[in-house]
């Protein structure tokens, strides 16, 4: 018999025993042990991994007694720090994730027919600072809970997809006949009902409202999904309150913040350590300043070395996005680089950039000036476009005219075009119209913050190891 064979571990303990190894390595690496979750995204890799294990699809319920009980054994681990405010929000987590064992919001059998619907448990609003580990909380008690049913979403990712199936519900009605009235019709209610059929629990990454479009509707949207026993866990940078703050026809939005309330307690998460500013090994020079010599040459010679390993050519690509061709002037395989015209001066937005993030894993941004609020819409975009690499662990190399810290600053000045005709459309006098979000630049400033914070930690050697898709399989 060879050594391994007298050696082998039984399929729970070789997994232990990764997840322990792995909690040595990274924090991130724990999650992506875990079935269903990556860091933030959902792991085919992990899943796989697992089914090769035992036939019996496992969770880290196997492991650990619940969301609290493994985030302890990581901090035993010394992967992370103990942080106390972390803690209690994992208590209280932890508690939820008992109460939601085998949860479900609609009828399973005929059995549970006849019996009432238990009445379902009262989700949670985490907010706080950036960085300060509330997605890294979610998704550890997301990926405990045993119940059938549930979601992770990012909330932008999940706006959209409502936003599609109205248009498809829209699409579908029978067409008004000439000189007939109109029936007004309402698409939220059938939606709210198809979504909480795919979901009894919903986790949204990155709560916020800065689109009228989604303002308008979320009371009715929520209202109808709470109604139909799904229970929501999110995570915010803003306390319910604040959400589109100063945001335009604010007051028909107000009442979906009681809606909230109601069905979600509020959990403030702010230890008031931004975690991706902890120190750690960098992955080498990344962030490139304008000013430096010969420094297009040095990006061409960089992106070049990460071509040289692709079996591809250097070429255009043209994306397909929602029936749209958007043309990226130079890629390879898995790279591509661009410039800040490209991405952000463009009417591309969130649907653009999670597809840029599907198709590659490295990204050059080129030339991003100094954003001021003259650019504030392509601030917005560069916020969104960020916010999506992230999420897709996408690698970045940035030349930019000033420093990251320094890169986004509201110079007071509404001298926008745009801006003043959108106000005029609005009947909005100018001094009126100054401390609304869209003209103000407040919540992009606001936002900015988090991007900093992204791209420093984007920065860093784990990212960029983490970002690496060649060893995965292609889905
Ligand atoms: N206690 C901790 N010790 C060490 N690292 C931590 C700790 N908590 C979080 N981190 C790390 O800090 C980084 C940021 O965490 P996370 O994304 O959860 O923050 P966040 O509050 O959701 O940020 P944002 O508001 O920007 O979305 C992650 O890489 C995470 O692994």
Known sequence: MSVCGRMRMS?????????????????????????????????????????????????????????????????REGALKEDEHQRAVMLTLDQLHQTLRGY????????????????????????????????????????????????????HGFMLDVHKRIHRLKQSMPKRKAGKMSISYDPIAPIAEEISEEAALLCFDEFQVTDIADAMILKQLFENLFLKGVVVVATSNRPPQDLYKNGLQRVNFVPFIAVLQRYCQTLRLDSGIDYRRRNRPSAGKLYFLSSEPDVQATLDKKFDELAFKQNDITRPRIMNVNNRKVRLEKACGSIVDCTFEELCDRPLGASDYLEVSRLFDTLFIRNIPLLTLNKKAQARRLITLVDALYDHKVRVVILADHPLEELFVLDGEHGHDESNILMDDLGLQRDEASSLSIFSGSEEMFAFQRTVSRLTEMQTEEYWIQGDRSAKPKV
Request: charged share 20%; hydrophobic share 30%.
């Open 11 to 75: 399929p729970s303990a070789l997994l232990g025993f990764k997840c322990l190894f792995a909690a040595r390595f990274s924090s991130r690496r724990i999650l992506a042990c875990l079935p269903g979750l990556s860091g933030r995204g959902y792991s085919v890799e992990a899943q796989q991994q697992q089914q090769v294990l035992d036939e019996r699809p496992r969770g880290p319920q196997d492991l650990y007694s619940g969301p609290l009980d493994h985030y302890t054994s990581i901090i």
């Open 104 to 155: 479900s919001n609609t009828h399973t059998s005929l059995f549970s027919r006849l019996f009432t619907k238990p009445e379902p448990p009262n989700g949670y609003y985490i907010y706080g600072d950036v960085g300060t580990g509330k997605t890294m909380v979610m998704d550890m008690f997301y990926s405990h809970v045993e119940t059938e049913k549930k979601k992770r979403v990012h909330f």
